[in-house]
């Protein structure tokens, strides 16, 4: 599979970035969107074109994407999206679940009005995104208000610790999105109301039952077998 982009258009790396790590942070949003598919061919000479650069960036920045996890580099055949496996998603999902039901009691032994409006504004922005089917929005949102409560829980460690799962979350909850839909802004509204009453042990269970049930969705649904044709990467 080439890796010409489908979908929206990648835009082009600006120069006052520090170039390598400009191409980098473009290649991974890609891969997270999936406007880069788990298991696309992704060819140097192509990826320089579409991002403006010289193929020696884009080199290294599938060098760095390879050894975190994102880009497979096979032998005589070249560079491919990774295809996470079902284990691969069970495991960190489960330690999301336990680093963000933590932080979600702590903001709200935390909690002011002044957050918990922000809380509330991407809540709606979230919901008609939800119902719009506008993923990418729904996307960013859910992405924002789990960043905000952990932002309220004060736990500068705890922080470090989920944004270190944050872009992967992202890039398994992308597919789910449409299927969890507004019953996950349900879900976000009532771990709101928890964190708004300082109600610590209630904002805590909410979002346990939250990201059980992403876990549990992410068992039911496996959009790269249905985008293929076929089961890969399945226990």
Request: hydrophobic share 40%.
């Amino acid at each position: 599979m080439r890796a010409a982009f489908s979908g929206a258009a990648p835009r082009r790396v600006e120069r006052p970035a520090p170039l390598r790590q400009a191409v980098y942070d473009s290649l991974i949003e890609l891969i997270i969107s999936r406007v880069l598919k788990p298991g696309q061919h992704l060819v140097e000479n192509e990826l320089a074109e579409q991002l403006g650069v010289s193929r020696q960036p884009v080199r290294e920045a599938l060098q760095r994407l390879q050894t975190e996890g994102w880009v497979d580099l096979r032998p005589a055949q070249g560079a491919f999206v990774h295809e996470p496996t079902e284990d691969e998603v069970e495991q960190l999902l489960a330690v999301r679940s336990l680093l963000e039901t933590e932080s979600a009691r702590l903001a709200a032994t935390n909690t002011s009005p002044a957050p918990v409006k922000q809380l509330r504004r991407i809540l709606k922005e979230g919901r008609a995104a939800a119902t719009a089917n506008d993923v990418e929005t729904a996307v960013s949102a859910n992405s924002e208000l789990h960043g905000l409560i952990t932002t309220m829980s004060g736990n500068t460690v705890l922080g470090e610790m989920i944004s270190l799962v944050d872009r992967r979350v992202r890039w398994y909850y992308t597919p789910l999105a449409k299927q969890r839909g507004v019953a996950s802004w349900k879900e976000h509204a009532e771990i709101i109301d928890a964190i708004s009453q300082g109600d610590a042990g209630r904002a805590a269970e909410a979002m346990r039952l939250h990201t059980e049930e992403t876990r549990a969705a992410s068992h039911e649904h496996n959009p790269d077998e249905a985008e293929s044709g076929k089961g890969r990467g399945r226990r």
